[in-house]
């Protein structure tokens, strides 16, 4: 992993704001897409992210520096989201509605209807059926953009590792999409 | 990249580009996220000062029990592995080139660490032991206490009971300093362990024992907390390495032979170019800057 975010974290670990700072500006973008993708919900996106960075201040005298910083806030997140979920299934248990991720209003309008709902599918799949580090690296991979050697680097895996798990996004998303392709 | 793409079926390729077309919305304006999110942290920072007024000390343990409560509920919540195990026991403190770094510990001792520094502690410091282990160099003032206070630095250790001393190891050379209260500095054998009393430095090298203590002639000492350098037959290697780690540069000699050149004085430090002047003087030598450089001459 790199120097720099290793001295960033242990920076913080001592608590400077000035180092907790940067890594926030460094990550708050790509982990904002990361939530919002599986929420489908901004404001609540946000809160979320933030939830997030706050928590790992509040808990930095136990950060382990040479742990990938990435890896961290994805797990905190996700938890946050899952804790979401499940006070929304509570709160719809009597109606007896399975709560449903609301229609994304980014959709983009010129794409055919087709293509949108592959997508919309696509997305689906990826968060109900992929495990959790599959999903962190497909996100990675073809949301943020990201070539593996990089996801790689964020996630502290093996190239082989990323290829591996992406091949496997890949055959869930495939057995889940007979019936598009 | 490509190498991985080519073995994916043509269904398996249509998702791997249909899933990259995915709209994402725009990411909201980091530095107002990061205005709130101060702002949240303040909040917190005042609440948590009224509960524990021992900030920031990582898991001191003096920290009261409802606290620690509180930081294990919220890990539970989050994240639960070996990781936290690690960092939990083990707490280090570095000060970074051009960096010097006010610490309080647990037991209400102050370090001061220099440029370029570590200090380590395990678990448990200030109630079961007070041992640290220090690389670089760093200025102590070691509260009184029942448990000895004890600095490893390879292989020396200095043990107290409460004072004010300087510990400087840099590369094999080692000096101790005592400006209050008595210390015992211990090479590689026991029975070569010899004291010193205030106003009492050694100087000697990792992995042999301390010598006989000298007098501290230098009324400000030692220099670095008084942004000061003090040079007593200092050879201008040893004063440009220090020079390097305090400002961040790198220096670098025309020939090596220069670096055993010995200088004497005291040096104000608080800016880079009038030190690089006055050292340049003493040793009746020039620089120049080239590159990212500043080469003697």
Redo the contacts between chains.
């Keep these: 992993m790199s120097d720099g975010e290793l ?1 960033l974290l ?2 913080v ?3 400077d ?1 000035a180092a907790f ?1 940067q890594l ?2 460094q990550y ?2 790509t982990l ?2 990361f939530v ?2 599986r929420l489908h919900d ?1 404001d609540l996106a ?1 809160d979320i ?2 939830d997030t ?3 790992v ?3 930095r ?4 520096p040479k ?1 990938r910083f990435f890896s ?1 806030i994805a ?2 997140s996700t ?1 946050l989201c899952y ?1 979401h979920f499940r006070y929304q299934e509570v709160r719809f248990r009597h109606k007896d509605t399975v709560p449903k991720p609301e229609q ?1 209003h ?3 309008p010129q ?1 055919s209807q087709e ?1 949108n709902e ?2 919309d599918e ?2 689906r799949i ?1 968060n109900e059926h992929l495990p959790e580090k599959c999903r962190v690296i ?1 996100i990675l991979s ?2 943020e ?1 990201l ?2 050697k990089d996801i790689a680097a964020i996630l502290d895996l093996s190239k082989r590792t990323v ?1 591996n798990q ?2 496997r996004a ?2 869930i ?2 057995k889940h ?1 007979q019936d598009y ?1 | ?1 490509k190498h ?1 793409e080519n ?2 079926d043509r ?2 390729q ?3 580009e ?8 725009e ?2 304006d ?1 530095n107002d ?2 205005m ?3 702002q ?2 303040d909040i ?1 920072e005042a609440e948590s000062i009224q509960k524990a007024a021992v ?2 000390k ?2 001191s343990p003096f920290i009261k029990p409802k606290l620690v409560w509180a ?1 294990a509920a ?2 539970a ?3 639960i592995s070996p ?2 195990y ?3 026991t083990t ?4 000060a ?1 080139r051009a960096q010097i ?1 006010n ?1 309080t510990l647990a037991d209400g001792s102050t370090v001061k660490i220099n440029a370029e520094s570590e200090l380590f502690y395990k678990k448990g410091f200030g109630k079961n032991h007070r041992n640290v282990i220090l690389s670089g160099e760093a200025y102590f003032d070691v509260e009184k206490g029942d448990i000895p206070f004890i600095v490893e630095f390879g292989s020396a250790s200095v043990e107290v009971l409460g004072t004010e001393f300087n510990i400087h190891t840099r590369g094999t050379d080692i000096n101790v300093s005592v400006l209050e209260g008595i210390v015992k500095v211990s090479g590689t054998e026991d029975k070569q362990d010899i004291v010193l009393t205030a106003g009492q430095k050694v100087n000697f090298i990792q992995g042999f024992n301390p010598g006989t203590p000298e007098k501290i002639d230098h009324k400000k000492y030692p220099g670095w907390i008084y942004n000061r350098l003090i040079l007593d037959q200092t050879n201008l290697r040893a004063v440009c390495k220090e020079i390097e780690r305090k400002f961040n540069v790198k220096i670098e000699f025309a020939s090596v032979d220069l670096g055993n050149i010995t200088v004497t004085g005291i040096i104000e430090a608080d800016e880079f170019n009038p030190v690089m002047e006055t050292l340049a003087t003493l040793a009746q030598r020039s620089f120049k800057f080239e590159k990212d450089t500043y080469i003697i001459y």
Aim: hydrophobic share 45%; glycine share 0%; no cysteine.
């Design positions: 001295t242990q920076n670990k001592n608590s704001k700072k926030f500006h708050y973008p904002f897409r919002v993708f901004e946000e992210v933030q960075f706050l928590r201040w509040n808990n005298a136990t950060l382990d742990k961290l797990k905190i938890n804790d994304s980014y959709d983009d794409k293509l592959l997508q696509i997305n990826v497909f073809r949301m953009g070539v593996n290829e992406l091949y890949l055959k998303l495939k999409l392709l | 990249m991985f073995k994916l269904i398996m249509r998702i791997w249909e899933s990259a077309k995915i709209r994402l919305p990411t909201p980091t996220a990061w709130r999110m101060e949240l942290m917190q900030e920031p990582a898991f930081v919220a890990l919540l989050t994240f990781i936290v690690n960092a939990y707490t280090s403190i570095v970074e770094k610490v």
